[in-house]
């Protein structure tokens, strides 16, 4: 039996601000059979997302084939539908008015429309405010609308954009559990569903398989087949034992502390988004003695508090920086880490800058480049088209702002917000 989706080999290109090439997706291999419940987990700008619209025949895969149901899909398919994080609700249109909107699209006659909307607000638990707007409901009601759109459609596959994480923690949880007390009682049309999501616990929960997405470029580098059966125990020694894991798989690529690296800036290395305070919190709870200097990424997002995509690149950036080490879903505070700890601010700044020059290349880079100028300062332009050569511009910014925050606190080189210069540090400038 052909499988609902089947990816071979695909891939998809975008344009460079330069005008060259730049690979997002390549070699991806998937399928997506009927009757699972697929979680995807990677990190952001890894393509995930750019996947689920190639799935959705919303844009065109550049190489590869895309089948689905045994044919090839050249644009939207009548039994795919998706929600997406940002709810995508049209704020003149009242609930009902919403969720007809796709069977409007098809032709679908008004008295249809309108009975196959309310079954599907009802369904999802929305009945009565078939005549609200949007901006009369609060979060967790309009991605119920985004869910009700969907549904009304009777897709075949349901392909979920992080359409939980726009929501607070136990709204998101609580959608998540209905949605899967639907597809558990066949409440649902829908016979399969790919959740793209950023929360370890929540693809753990929901997914009968969770594949890991490696970055540049996106690909498939991890899967692991869940056969618990649901509903399923957050707190369970099964569960809990999957989450951890699913942290060693994500973590599992992380470059060893220890490694070195040439003094020129590597352009496809995307710097995690993880500020320098956080990061110091993170060390100290892990030098503290709750944990002495060992915990398991779970254990550590529970007493900081800090969802998954927070917590991860926090991880990534100590264990970068030599100052931590990440050891199959585990980090472990090195001696180094454990004096950084231990040792006052200007200790601190002078150890985060040493690190900074010998483990992240494109801040030594920036640090060379500013050595050979007379005036020692360069324009910002010059490292945000180098970047750019290997990431979309917004993403070369992100990554040019945090080398620019990193090298500020290790005194590596300075930035004036006002003209754009980047320049060595003054004496006595902080």
Do not use: C
């Not at 890894?46 to 619209?53: I, N, P």
């Not at 959705?56 to 089948?67: K, M």
């Not at 003149?92 to 032709?107: D, I, P």
């Not at 050569?389 to 040019?400: N, Q």
């Amino acid at each position: 039996m052909n499988p609902l989706i089947e990816l071979k080999q695909v891939a998809k290109h975008f344009q460079s601000a330069d005008g060259s090439a730049r690979t997002v997706l390549d070699q991806v291999d998937f399928r997506l059979e009927a009757g699972e419940i697929v979680a995807l987990l990677g990190q952001s700008g890894s393509g995930k997302s750019t996947l689920l619209r190639i799935m959705a025949g919303l844009i065109p895969a550049d190489a590869g084939e895309v089948h689905y149901r045994g044919l090839p899909l050249f644009g939207p398919a009548q039994g795919i539908a998706m929600v997406f994080q940002s709810f995508a609700l049209f704020p003149w249109l009242t609930v009902q008015q919403n969720v007809e909107l796709g069977l409007e699209a098809r032709g679908v006659a008004a008295d249809e429309r309108a009975r196959r909307a309310e079954a599907a607000i009802a369904l999802i638990g929305l009945a009565g405010f078939e005549g609200a707007l949007p901006r009369e409901l609060s979060g967790g009601m309009r991605q119920r609308v985004g869910l009700a759109r969907a549904l009304v459609t009777e897709p075949a596959v349901l392909l979920m954009d992080e359409a939980f994480s726009a929501l607070d923690v136990l709204t998101g949880e609580r959608l998540r559990n209905e949605i899967l007390e639907l597809w558990q009682g066949g409440q649902m049309p829908t016979q399969a569903m790919l959740v793209v999501s950023h929360n370890i616990e929540e693809a753990v929960m929901m997914a009968d398989r969770v594949l890991i997405f490696s970055s540049n470029p996106g690909r498939v580098r991890a899967e692991l087949p869940i056969s618990l059966p649901r509903p399923r125990h957050p707190d369970s020694p099964e569960v809990r034992l999957l989450i951890d894991e699913v942290y060693g798989l994500m973590t599992a690529g992380a470059k060893p502390s220890g490694s070195t690296e040439p003094m020129r800036p590597h352009l496809s290395d995307r710097l995690p988004a993880a500020d320098v305070g956080h990061m110091e919190s993170l060390l100290e709870l892990l030098a503290d003695e709750r944990f002495a200097g060992r915990a398991d990424l779970p254990q550590l997002a529970e007493e900081s508090e800090l969802v998954d995509e927070a917590l991860l690149p926090l991880a990534d950036a100590l264990n970068r920086l030599g100052l931590a080490q990440l050891e199959r879903g585990d980090l472990l505070i090195t001696p180094l880490g454990q004096n950084y700890v231990d040792g006052d601010h200007e200790f601190r700044r002078e150890i985060f800058g040493q690190q900074l020059l010998a483990h992240v290349p494109i801040a030594a880079f920036i640090r060379h480049s500013l050595e050979q100028e007379p005036q020692g300062q360069l324009r910002q332009e010059p490292f945000l088209k180098l970047l750019r050569e290997s990431m979309e511009t917004h993403e070369a910014e992100r990554v040019l702002k945090v080398a620019v925050e990193w090298a500020r606190y290790g005194e590596v080189f300075e930035y004036n917000f006002h003209t754009g210069m980047i320049h060595l540090p003054e004496a006595g400038e902080s």
